[in-house]
């Protein structure tokens, strides 16, 4: 049988990916103030099986024991998130010196086990106050998320090089604020448009910020993003398609390379477009030095002139193996394609590959393992389709596996499992490592892996 050891390039960096809403727990130790994902959780009827972040894993006070975990499987890079209400519990204002606390004795273990933080500033849990006044529908939000970064990259900046600003502005921003399906649970496009816009001002205003900060930063923000392919041939289902690639990938990256936004989708929101004031367009512009992408699966695009927004709706091939998540096609070329179609676009920027991995109906096995053959494939063939992106000439120079551990799935709760660290919530949050997460070691150790 044909099998070939795919390796990858010197200092790759492998890793593996959390966020702090999902894991952390302990929302109101030492002076945390309240979030959005805090009051969305806790409303009736917003999280599938009722429950919230209170507990999630445990990482609060086991952060030590987490890195110990991630040492012991070669897992030599950790993106994290910070909480902004951690930090400063009332959105602006009085910086919370425990809080920070936390992340020092948090980023000091991991560099003192050889595991270097990638931290993320934003990953969705605004504080509760701020959105109070609107969040970031106000555009004051944006100058308030910039004094943020500088307190976080000010006290952490000394040993943390590597700052992601933003995660997902389309899935807090659209899924947040027009489907209403994640915190803070409203359904307006012309409000989702000005977050949108505000998010991207605000990650363009704390570039620089972090660079005064940080000796050597190198800085970026996480994009999701998705391949995208008409359904069929016929003209509708090509605009369609297109339609999605510019509201989907092209709303976020666009205006970060330079590029503004797509201007047809500019004709097409018309009246519901933002306010863009003189130099919002080249703030957002902001030179970045890597750009996270966070990619699941592909999206197969038909013209549905039943949706207000784009015209257009997600279809599905029969014959295609979907994961537990059942809107996500198992398409592993998809991830080739998109890298590809990124160097193309604009210009092959360095890329971080900052979350992938899939859903799984994982369960502990009468011999204590946990056997999850169907991710330990899906990674196998996802790395594939980086490694030969790579060849090809995609300046990727990391993977961050989504996720660490098993954790609160925001609403779907803890009716998911992404991770490659199993969490018995049923037994004081225990870690049991699953046969992916020992795939991923081994790929961690020996940089590359072998496929047939």
């Known amino acids: 049988m044909y099998s070939e050891f795919l390796e990858f390039p010197k200092d790759f960096a492998w890793g593996v990916s959390t966020a702090a809403y999902q894991i952390e727990g302990s929302p109101d130790a030492d002076g945390k103030g309240r979030s959005v994902w805090d009051d969305f959780s806790h409303t009736p009827g917003k999280i599938a ?55 020092d004795r948090l980023v000091d273990d991991l560099l003192a086990k050889g595991i270097t933080p990638y931290v993320t500033l934003f990953h969705w849990d605004l504080p509760s106050a701020l959105q109070a006044t609107g969040g970031f529908a106000n555009r004051s939000t944006a100058d308030r998320f910039v004094e943020y970064a500088d307190a976080a990259t000010r006290r952490l900046g ?185 160097r193309k676009e604009y210009g092959n920027p360095k890329i971080f590959i900052s979350e992938n991995g899939t859903t799984c109906l994982d369960a502990i096995s009468a011999d204590g393992c946990v056997h999850d053959p169907v991710r330990v494939e899906y990674l196998r063939r996802h790395f594939a389709a980086a490694w030969q992106a790579i060849r090809e000439g995609s300046d990727v120079a990391g993977y961050f ?26 037994d004081g949050c225990r870690r049991i490592i699953k046969d992916s997460g020992h795939f991923l070691s081994s790929v961690c150790a020996h940089n590359g892996f072998t496929v047939d």
């Not at 596996?401 to 490659?420: H, I, L, Y």
């Open 158 to 342: 000394d040993r943390v090089k590597n700052w992601m600003t933003f995660n997902e502005p389309w899935v807090f921003s659209f899924c947040g604020h027009y489907q209403g399906v994640h915190a803070p649970g409203l359904t307006d496009l012309k409000t989702t448009l000005a977050v949108a816009h505000h998010i991207l001002l605000a990650h363009g205003k704390a570039v620089p910020v972090i660079r005064a900060n940080v000796a050597g930063a190198k800085v970026g923000i996480v994009n999701n993003l998705a391949w995208i392919e008409p359904a069929t041939d016929s003209a509708e289902d090509a605009a369609a398609a297109r339609r999605w690639d510019l509201a989907y990938n092209g709303w976020f990256m666009d205006p970060v390379y330079g590029k503004g936004y797509p201007k047809e989708m500019v004709a097409h929101y018309g009246d519901l477009m933002p306010t863009v004031e003189a130099g919002d367009m080249e703030a957002m512009a902001a030179k970045t030095d890597f750009l996270g992408i966070n990619y699941y699966t592909r999206r197969l695009v038909a013209h549905d002139p039943s949706n207000a927004h784009i015209q257009a709706k997600q279809v599905y091939r029969p014959y295609l193996q979907r994961a537990e998540f059942e809107e996500w096609e198992n398409t592993p070329e998809s991830l080739y394609k998109l890298l590809t179609g990124v």
């Open 49 to 103: 099986d009722g429950k919230n972040g209170d507990v999630a894993c445990d990482h609060y006070r086991r952060y030590a024991e987490d890195a110990t975990l991630m040492r012991t499987m070669d897992v030599r890079n950790y993106r994290m998130s910070i909480s902004w209400p951690r930090v400063i519990p009332a959105g602006s204002g009085r910086v919370n010196g425990a809080g920070l606390a936390f992340y």
């Open 401 to 426: 596996t989504w996720s660490f551990c098993d954790n609160f799935e925001w609403g779907f709760g803890f009716t998911k499992r992404f991770g490659v660290v199993y969490v018995d919530y049923d």
